[in-house]
């Protein structure tokens, strides 16, 4: 199991006990606000279990059948931990509404607002570090897996503060509205992990600030060769893959061509962590003359 997959073991621990606080935080209070809550506990059970599995597909090697990995596996769990999370939000529009028409007396609200307290923390503390080790690792399930925990404490403490403002105030309709709310702002959050997931599985490029930095690394290693062009670039859970053509003088020898490939190639492993490139290398009346010219290459 590597690094990964403990995290992703760990978030579903982490999620089976903050789903127990949140369901007895519903049970002690009978708010749909709360109940809506440990609704969307439920999926992060769901979420966790799904980026678990995809993260150990995902750590396959390549073979015959899958020669560039299986990487990709991660964008999938992603797309489906955003379908779930929008599932929870219809079921928490059913919930609302059902407060809605028939308003429910709030009970016990002080004790279900600190255990939920409690589960929100610890669902806070485990979303930064997922957060962190996502970045580190340059896995899209454990980046989906953070932030959807993160929606979730930013819902969970609109959600106590409103159940505290409804008892306060004495306007119970509140506890409807403030579920409808937090069904709307999940609907919202899993239509955007989709659309980011997505991108990842249309084979979406880098971000521009890497492509321009892989130009820079790309001039600065090529000295010897006239031009590089035609780059594409995309990504594929923590791998960018990288190619383009690289010209050289006609006279060069392929050992000479080979060498300029090998300090390129290593100039951008040591920049960018789990770059994989492929080079094809052309003569010089290949060249196209476009871009700038940096230490004696044109990009």
Same mark, same amino acid.
């Given at each position: 199991?590597?690094?990964?997959?403990?995290?992703?073991?760990?978030?579903?621990?982490?999620?089976?006990?903050?789903?127990?606080?949140?369901?007895?935080?519903?049970?002690?209070?009978?708010?749909?606000?709360?109940?809506?809550?440990?609704?969307?506990?439920?999926?992060?059970?769901?979420?966790?279990?799904?980026?678990?599995?995809?993260?150990?597909?995902?750590?396959?090697?390549?073979?015959?059948?899958?020669?560039?990995?299986?990487?990709?596996?991660?964008?999938?769990?992603?797309?489906?931990?955003?379908?779930?999370?929008?599932?929870?939000?219809?079921?928490?529009?059913?919930?609302?509404?059902?407060?809605?028409?028939?308003?429910?007396?709030?009970? @016990?609200? &002080?004790? +279900?607002?600190?255990?939920? #307290?409690? =589960?929100? !923390?610890?669902?806070?503390?485990?979303?930064?570090? /997922?957060?962190?080790?996502?970045?580190?690792?340059?896995?899209?399930?454990?980046?989906?897996?953070?932030?959807?925990?993160?929606?979730?404490?930013?819902?969970?403490?609109?959600?106590?503060?409103?159940?505290?403002?409804?008892?306060?105030?004495?306007?119970?309709?509140?506890?409807?509205?403030?579920?409808?709310?937090?069904?709307?702002?999940?609907?919202?959050?899993?239509?955007?992990?989709?659309?980011?997931?997505?991108?990842?599985?249309?084979?979406?490029?880098?971000?521009?600030?890497?492509?321009?930095?892989?130009?820079?690394?790309?001039?600065?290693?090529?000295?010897?060769?006239?031009?590089?062009?035609?780059?594409?670039?995309?990504?594929?859970?923590?791998?960018?893959?990288?190619?383009?053509? @690289?010209? &050289?003088? +006609?006279?060069?020898?392929? #050992?000479? =061509?080979? !060498?300029?490939?090998?300090?390129?190639?290593?100039? /951008?492993?040591?920049?960018?962590?789990?770059?994989?490139?492929?080079?094809?290398?052309?003569?010089?009346?290949?060249?196209?003359?476009?871009?700038?010219?940096?230490?004696?290459?044109?990009?």
């Amino acid at each position: 199991m590597n690094k990964a997959e403990h995290y992703a073991a760990g978030s579903l621990a982490v999620g089976c006990a903050v789903l127990g606080m949140k369901t007895l935080a519903w049970r002690l209070t009978g708010s749909a606000a709360l109940y809506s809550d440990a609704l969307e506990s439920i999926v992060n059970v769901a979420a966790s279990l799904i980026a678990w599995a995809a993260l150990r597909f995902a750590a396959r090697p390549a073979d015959e059948s899958h020669p560039y990995g299986h990487d990709k596996a991660e964008f999938f769990s992603a797309v489906i931990e955003g379908v779930l999370i929008i599932l929870a939000a219809l079921l928490i529009f059913n919930e609302a509404w059902l407060a809605w028409v028939q308003p429910r007396h709030l009970s @016990l609200p &002080v004790i +279900g607002i600190l255990v939920n #307290a409690v =589960a929100t !923390a610890l669902n806070g503390g485990w979303s930064c570090i /997922l957060l962190r080790v996502s970045r580190r690792l340059r896995s899209p399930a454990l980046q989906a897996d953070g932030r959807h925990l993160l929606a979730d404490v930013v819902t969970s403490a609109g959600i106590a503060i409103g159940v505290a403002l409804a008892v306060l105030t004495g306007w119970i309709a509140l506890d409807a509205l403030l579920a409808a709310a937090t069904g709307i702002y999940v609907l919202w959050s899993g239509t955007v992990m989709i659309r980011g997931s997505v991108g990842g599985l249309m084979d979406a490029a880098p971000e521009p600030a890497v492509v321009e930095r892989i130009r820079t690394v790309v001039a600065e290693a090529g000295t010897g060769a006239i031009e590089a062009h035609d780059f594409r670039s995309r990504h594929a859970g923590r791998h960018t893959f990288l190619q383009f053509h @690289l010209v &050289v003088p +006609g006279a060069m020898s392929v #050992a000479d =061509a080979h !060498a300029i490939c090998d300090r390129i190639e290593a100039a /951008l492993k040591a920049d960018i962590p789990h770059v994989l490139v492929t080079i094809h290398v052309e003569p010089e009346e290949k060249a196209k003359h476009v871009g700038h010219e940096v230490q004696k290459i044109t990009v």
